[in-house]
C-alpha cells in the first residue's frame, strides 16, 4: 500500500513536487519520533512483561503525551521556518508549520495506544490500526490522482486524514479503559526510565529520522530529493518482513521465560535471513524494470540510487530484528550502543560522499552505516549469551522440524 501511494504521488506531483512532499512530510516525522522519548517502547515492553499494568500504562501515556504534543509542535514550528525557508520559499515554510501542528497530535495519539496491542500481542488490532494509515493515504492519494489535484497540500491533507483515522481506531478498539484516575505519577518514572534507555538507540538509526534523504534535501535540491524519495521507497519493500518479525519479536521474548529467550531469537533471525536475502536478490534484479514502470520514465534515474539503497536494505534489516530482540530480553542499552555507532558512522559517511557523490554518495552512507551497527549488534548479542550459531546457523534438529513440517503441510493438502 505504501508503495501504491508513493506511485500514486509521484505521478500526479512529478520528480519536483514530489521532492517538495517529501521536505514537508520529513520534519514532523522526525520531530515525532525524537521526541516521543522513547514511550511507545516502553509501552509495548511493559504491556508484554507486566499485564496487570495496562490500564494505567495507557492512561499515564496519555498524560505525558499531552506534554509532548505541546512542546514538539511548538518546536516543530521554529525549526521548519529555519530548515525550509531559505531553499523552498517563505510559503512552503508556512505549510509545513501548519502541517507540524495538526499533525503530531494524532500521530502520537494513534502510536501510542498501539504500543499496548503490540505488547499485548493483539496483532489483529494492531495490524488494523497500521494498515488504515496506508489504505487512507492511497484512497486520498488516488483521488488526487484521478481528479489530477497537482498541488502538495491535497496529499498532505491525505497525510493527516490517514492518521487522523488511524489513531481514532487505535482509541476505539482498546482493550483497556482510559480514564485520568488511571494515571499513576509512579509509573511516569518507570516508562520514561525504560524509554529513554531504549529510545537514545531507537531515535539513533538514521532511517528512522531518513538523514540520507534529509541531506539530498537540504544539500541537493527538489529534483535529486524526488528520486531519492522513489528509491527509497522501493528498496523499503525490503524492510518489510523485518518490521513484521520484529513487531512479534519484541513482546514474545518480553513475555517468554528467561531460558527460551536466546532460541527464539534465533528462530526469528535465521528464518528472517533466510526471507530477506532472498527477496533482495529477487529485487535487485528486477528494479531496473520495475521502478520505471511503475513510476515512469521520469524516475529512470533513480534505478542506480534504489540498487545501491536495496543493499543497504537488507544489512539494516537485520540489525533491526536483533536490535529488537536485545530489547525484548530487558536489554535496550546494548541495542542502543550498536544504533549510535551506526548513526555516527552514517553522519561521517554523508559528509564525506555526499559532497563529493550527490545522491549516490548518500546511499552508499547507508550501506557503511547499517554495516557498522549490525556487527557491534552481533558482538553485543553474542556477549550477551547468543552464540553466533544460534542466530545464523541451522541445527539438525531444527531441519528436522522443518522437514516434519512440510509432510504435515502435504499431508493437510491431501486431506
Given at each position: 500500500?505504501?508503495?501504491?501511494?508513493?506511485?500514486?504521488?509521484?505521478r500526479t506531483?512529478g520528480?519536483?513536487?514530489r521532492?517538495?512532499?517529501?521536505?514537508?512530510?520529513?520534519?514532523?516525522?522526525?520531530?515525532a519520533?525524537?521526541?516521543?522519548?522513547?514511550?511507545?517502547?516502553?509501552l509495548?515492553?511493559?504491556?508484554?512483561a507486566?499485564?496487570d499494568?495496562?490500564?494505567a500504562?495507557?492512561?499515564?501515556?496519555?498524560?505525558i503525551?499531552?506534554?509532548?504534543?505541546?512542546?514538539?509542535?511548538?518546536?516543530?514550528?521554529?525549526?521548519?521556518a529555519?530548515?525550509?525557508?531559505?531553499?523552498y520559499g517563505?510559503?512552503?515554510a508556512?505549510l509545513?508549520a501548519?502541517f507540524?501542528?495538526?499533525?503530531?497530535?494524532?500521530?502520537?495519539?494513534?502510536?501510542?495506544?498501539?504500543a499496548?496491542?503490540q505488547?499485548?500481542?493483539?496483532?489483529?488490532?494492531?495490524?488494523?490500526v497500521?494498515?488504515?494509515?496506508?489504505v487512507?493515504y492511497?484512497?486520498g492519494s488516488?483521488?488526487c490522482?484521478?481528479?489530477?489535484?497537482?498541488?502538495v497540500?491535497?496529499?498532505?491533507?491525505?497525510?493527516?486524514?490517514?492518521?487522523?483515522?488511524a489513531?481514532i481506531?487505535?482509541?476505539a478498539g482498546?482493550?483497556e479503559?482510559v480514564?485520568?484516575r488511571?494515571?499513576?505519577?509512579a509509573?511516569?518514572?518507570?516508562?520514561?526510565?525504560?524509554g529513554?534507555?531504549a529510545?537514545?538507540?531507537?531515535?539513533?538509526?538514521?532511517?528512522?529520522?531518513q538523514?540520507?534523504?534529509?541531506a539530498?534535501?537540504?544539500?541537493?535540491?527538489?529534483q535529486?530529493?524526488?528520486?531519492?524519495?522513489?528509491?527509497?521507497?522501493?528498496?523499503?519493500v525490503l524492510?518489510?518482513?523485518?518490521?513484521?518479525?520484529?513487531?512479534?519479536?519484541?513482546p514474545?521474548?518480553?513475555?517468554?521465560a528467561a531460558?527460551?529467550r536466546?532460541?527464539?531469537?534465533g528462530?526469528?533471525?535465521?528464518?528472517?535471513?533466510?526471507?530477506i536475502?532472498?527477496?533482495?536478490?529477487?529485487?535487485f534484479?528486477l528494479i531496473?524494470y520495475?521502478?520505471?514502470?511503475?513510476?515512469g520514465?521520469?524516475?529512470?534515474?533513480a534505478?542506480p540510487?534504489a540498487q545501491?539503497?536495496?543493499?543497504a536494505?537488507?544489512l539494516?534489516?537485520?540489525?533491526?530484528?536483533?536490535?529488537?530482540?536485545?530489547?525484548g530480553m530487558?536489554?535496550?542499552?546494548a541495542?542502543?550502543v550498536?544504533?549510535?555507532?551506526?548513526?555516527?558512522?552514517?553522519i561521517?559517511?554523508?559528509?564525506v560522499?555526499?559532497p563529493?557523490?550527490?545522491?549516490?554518495g548518500?546511499?552508499?552512507?547507508?550501506?557503511?552505516a547499517?554495516?557498522?551497527?549490525?556487527?557491534?549488534t552481533?558482538?553485543?548479542?553474542?556477549?550477551a549469551?547468543l552464540?553466533l550459531?544460534r542466530?545464523?546457523?541451522v541445527?539438525?534438529?531444527?531441519?528436522?522440524?522443518?522437514?516434519?513440517?512440510?509432510v504435515?503441510?502435504r499431508?493437510?493438502?491431501?486431506a
Amino acid at each position: 500500500m505504501n508503495v501504491i501511494g508513493g506511485v500514486l504521488s509521484a505521478r500526479t506531483l512529478g520528480v519536483s513536487g514530489r521532492g517538495l512532499l517529501a521536505a514537508i512530510t520529513l520534519w514532523p516525522v522526525t520531530i515525532a519520533y525524537l521526541g516521543d522519548l522513547g514511550v511507545p517502547l516502553a509501552l509495548t515492553y511493559f504491556a508484554a512483561a507486566e499485564t496487570d499494568l495496562r490500564p494505567a500504562l495507557l492512561s499515564t501515556a496519555l498524560v505525558i503525551g499531552l506534554v509532548q504534543v505541546v512542546v514538539l509542535a511548538l518546536a516543530g514550528v521554529v525549526i521548519v521556518a529555519f530548515a525550509l525557508g531559505p531553499r523552498y520559499g517563505a510559503s512552503s515554510a508556512i505549510l509545513a508549520a501548519i502541517f507540524m501542528v495538526a499533525w503530531i497530535p494524532v500521530n502520537l495519539l494513534g502510536r501510542y495506544p498501539n504500543a499496548i496491542n503490540q505488547g499485548a500481542q493483539r496483532f489483529r488490532s494492531y495490524n488494523l490500526v497500521r494498515l488504515t494509515v496506508a489504505v487512507v493515504y492511497v484512497a486520498g492519494s488516488a483521488t488526487c490522482f484521478l481528479l489530477q489535484l497537482r498541488s502538495v497540500p491535497w496529499f498532505l491533507a491525505a497525510t493527516w486524514a490517514a492518521s487522523g483515522t488511524a489513531a481514532i481506531l487505535a482509541l476505539a478498539g482498546l482493550h483497556e479503559r482510559v480514564t485520568l484516575r488511571g494515571y499513576q505519577a509512579a509509573l511516569v518514572r518507570r516508562i520514561l526510565g525504560y524509554g529513554l534507555r531504549a529510545h537514545i538507540g531507537n531515535v539513533a538509526p538514521i532511517d528512522v529520522f531518513q538523514l540520507d534523504l534529509l541531506a539530498v534535501v537540504v544539500l541537493i535540491g527538489a529534483q535529486a530529493s524526488g528520486l531519492y524519495s522513489v528509491a527509497s521507497s522501493a528498496a523499503g519493500v525490503l524492510q518489510t518482513a523485518a518490521v513484521a518479525f520484529g513487531v512479534v519479536a519484541m513482546p514474545a521474548l518480553a513475555a517468554s521465560a528467561a531460558g527460551d529467550r536466546g532460541r527464539l531469537a534465533g528462530l526469528f533471525m535465521k528464518t528472517a535471513l533466510v526471507l530477506i536475502g532472498v527477496t533482495g536478490v529477487v529485487l535487485f534484479a528486477l528494479i531496473g524494470y520495475l521502478l520505471p514502470l511503475v513510476y515512469g520514465r521520469p524516475f529512470q534515474g533513480a534505478v542506480p540510487l534504489a540498487q545501491t539503497l536495496i543493499v543497504a536494505a537488507f544489512l539494516g534489516s537485520m540489525r533491526v530484528l536483533l536490535g529488537g530482540c536485545m530489547r525484548g530480553m530487558g536489554r535496550p542499552l546494548a541495542a542502543t550502543v550498536s544504533e549510535v555507532s551506526g548513526l555516527v558512522a552514517g553522519i561521517i559517511a554523508l559528509a564525506v560522499l555526499v559532497p563529493a557523490r550527490g545522491a549516490l554518495g548518500a546511499a552508499e552512507a547507508m550501506i557503511i552505516a547499517y554495516a557498522c551497527s549490525l556487527a557491534i549488534t552481533t558482538t553485543l548479542a553474542v556477549r550477551a549469551g547468543l552464540p553466533l550459531r544460534r542466530l545464523v546457523w541451522v541445527s539438525s534438529d531444527e531441519v528436522e522440524a522443518g522437514r516434519r513440517l512440510l509432510v504435515g503441510l502435504r499431508g493437510a493438502r491431501v486431506a
